[in-house]
């Protein structure tokens, strides 16, 4: 008796290449969920960071800020707000200075002493990146009750907007794709009075360093 023949026909190509299709198209839809999955948590990551980040800059400025004699009236030099205070530091008067500086998108901090002549302030410190704001300082005064003898304080408030994904100082709104969170803080300034305070330390927004 002659062997049954084996059935060896195996996969026709219009098989093969349906089979290829179907593999293609789940392949594609799997990589454009992992590739969306990796920029959710990349945007998420980078708004955390970016706000982890200006909130340890307000930590630091509270510190300062409520124990500030006096609190300058804010202005825009070169395109750039700036705001100064005047602190006590081991027994010497020393001025600071922020500024929001709109090339880079960055808040910056630098100091001087308030008797020195001529005034010779640090280079500038970066406190917090990716960060916009139209008007990030803004001083007002704390009214006092009718009636009393007590002084009126002075408060600064920040305001800024962190900016992810859009570049340096550019917000989404600007053109780019971009995340934005805003976070706004007043300091009250215990010990700083209201008069003769508008032109505090001011000296230094002509000083570049």
């Known amino acids: 008796m002659k062997p049954a023949a084996s059935n060896d026909e195996g996969y026709s190509l219009i098989e093969v290449m349906m089979a290829m299709v179907c593999t293609g198209i789940l392949m594609t839809l799997v990589t454009s969920a992992v590739i969306q999955i990796y920029h959710s948590v990349n945007s998420v990551d980078a708004v955390s960071a970016a706000q982890s980040q200006v909130d340890t800059t307000f930590a630091r400025l509270d510190k300062e800020v409520r124990y ?6 804010p202005a825009t030099v070169g395109g750039d707000p700036y705001v100064e205070y005047l602190l006590n530091v081991d ?5 600071v200075e922020l500024r929001l500086h709109a090339a880079t998108g960055e808040l910056q901090r630098r100091s001087w002493l308030k008797n020195q002549t001529p005034p010779a302030p ?3 410190l970066t406190l917090a990146s ?4 139209t008007k990030p300082f803004a001083v007002t005064i704390i009214a006092q009750p009718v009636g009393t003898t007590d002084p009126q304080y002075q408060t600064l408030a920040l305001d800024v907007t962190s900016v992810t994904g859009g570049g340096p100082g550019l917000s989404a709104s600007a053109g780019r794709a971009g995340s934005e969170r805003e976070t706004k803080v ?5 010990n700083a009075v209201t008069a003769g305070n508008s032109s505090i330390c001011t000296e230094g927004r002509g000083i570049s360093s």
């Open 186 to 190: 007043t300091f009250t300034a215990l």
């Open 91 to 95: 027994s010497v008067d020393t001025c």
């Open 122 to 124: 640090t280079g500038w």
């Open 68 to 73: 500030a004699r006096g609190i300058s009236d």
């Open 130 to 133: 990716s960060v916009t704001a």
